[in-house]
């Protein structure tokens, strides 16, 4: 048996593996690649590495665009065969790909009329791909066994915490359990259940994007929100807070809902994100999927995500007027700036001393949120020099990502440990995942290059 890793190598976007078995070859995850060197990443996203016809199945992780935004272009180039996933991820990906879709055509529509042919771009896919590769999408169950594919593969989805739907994947393969962690979530619940326990596996490909840090408490990291939009908002500026459509935006709402009827923080709230909204719902439709937590409070507050401060925009006009108050939260997308209504935001807020923006995710590098938290005097928005005057804070603690001790923790209760492969992290974060796991691991431990193959 083969695996071969097709992105998330030495980086956190472009997650993708292929796995080839005597009878059988099929792909764990194919995410677009994000962030950095835009003419690079649209080369690479091109690059497939494989004849998709020759692929008999697909399994998803989650929805996520780093993990599942590439399965249009399967579709395209001739992949006639399945993809499973869970109830839950399938909603969600089908508003992902869509606004994927959306998004790389409203940037050729730009790159036309701007006319730089350095960023001249058709489109990878476009909805008529969305619509196909939907149709080959099949649910599947959390912790129910299912043989699929030529010689009775056997696959297993287990709860991975990370976002709504999102699962680690167990498969039994010519005799051995390979498993594939996605993206794993926190160790305590949040508005998601924590990872679920996994028996055994002899070979583990597990993330890395905090694989050198652990997380504040998340606790703390409420109260450093509250602080913070104490401050913002008394000074009498906007706060910014860049925000996932997916989770985290989610976590947000109901955070700001739980202090509005506490009387904790009144003040207004501006989600300015229609795959946000859209992605709201999706969350109250599959609340059983949620924690517990979030289910109990559901029970208390049957507007769940929704408070009297909060005002929802909708159209394009609408966002652009939204800055011309202060003294608001401003909720939009993307979660690393790369796009969005929060440039609109960025560009008028950041020449602001009295404004601030909010980090509450991970900013990958080469994404303009990466530049703004390293507090670059002068970043691009637009094709325009943008002045950073403004306040810049981060709150780790709310990231949908398990930090360094939860990881190691997620991968000790796993027996029958032969092989780890580390992936979806930069560098720095692997090595230093690589270098605790070997503490208490006799076993072979790889840190994959993209296009690089294992025989296992």
């Not at 969305?130 to 999408?137: L, N």
């Amino acid at each position: 048996m083969k695996i071969t890793f097709l992105g998330a190598s030495e980086e956190v976007t472009g997650s993708g593996y292929l796995v080839e078995s005597k009878k059988n070859k099929f792909l764990v995850d194919f995410g677009i690649f994000q962030g950095g060197d835009s003419k690079k990443n649209y080369e690479k996203n091109l690059e497939l590495g494989f004849d998709p016809k020759e692929i008999d199945f697909v399994l998803l992780t989650h929805a996520h665009l780093d993990h599942s935004g590439r399965l249009p272009l399967l579709a395209k180039n001739g992949f006639k065969g399945e993809i499973f996933a869970t109830h839950s991820t399938i909603a969600l990906s089908e508003i992902v790909l869509f606004d994927s879709a959306k998004i790389q055509n409203e940037n050729l529509k730009n790159s036309l009329w701007s006319k730089k042919e350095d960023f001249l771009q058709e489109p990878i896919y476009v909805e008529k791909d969305v619509k196909r590769v939907i149709k080959q999408f099949r649910k599947i169950s959390f912790r129910k066994k299912l043989k699929i594919g030529k010689g009775g593969v056997e696959v297993e989805f287990f709860k991975a915490g990370h976002i709504l739907g999102a699962s680690s994947i167990r498969i039994f393969v010519e005799g051995k359990f390979l498993t594939f962690s996605g993206d794993i979530g926190r160790a305590f619940e949040t508005i998601v259940p924590t990872p679920d326990r996994i028996p055994k596996s002899n070979f583990l490909v597990v993330e890395s994007t905090y694989g050198d840090r652990d997380h504040k408490n998340i606790k703390e990291s409420y109260a450093e929100l509250l602080k913070v939009c104490k401050k913002v908002i008394f000074d009498g500026g906007n706060l910014l807070i860049p925000s996932f459509a997916i989770d985290r935006t989610q976590e947000l709402l109901m955070i700001f809902d739980k202090w509005s009827k506490e009387k904790i923080l009144n003040v207004p709230v501006i989600l300015d994100s229609p795959m946000a909204k859209e992605t709201t719902m999706v969350y109250k439709t599959h609340i059983s999927n949620l924690s517990q937590n979030t289910q109990n409070f559901a029970l208390t507050d049957k507007s769940l995500f929704w408070f009297p401060e909060l005002k929802v925009i909708s159209s394009y006009q609408d966002s652009l007027k939204t800055n011309s108050r202060k003294g608001q939260i401003i909720i939009a997308g993307s979660g690393m700036c790369t796009g969005g209504r929060i440039l609109n935001h960025l560009k008028e807020n950041l020449p602001n001393p009295k404004s601030a923006i909010c980090f509450v995710g991970f900013q990958a590098e080469g994404t303009l949120g990466r530049e703004i938290l390293e507090k670059k005097p002068i970043v691009s928005i637009f094709g325009e020099d943008v002045g950073i005057k403004s306040q810049i804070f981060t709150i780790n603690g709310f990231s949908a990502h398990a930090g360094k001790r939860e990881i190691i923790d997620w991968i000790e209760q796993i027996n029958e440990k032969e092989k780890i492969f580390i992936t979806h992290g930069e560098t720095l974060q692997r090595e230093s995942l690589k270098t605790e796991i070997q503490k208490n691991f006799n076993g072979e431990i790889f840190l994959p290059k993209r296009f690089e193959t294992f025989e296992i």
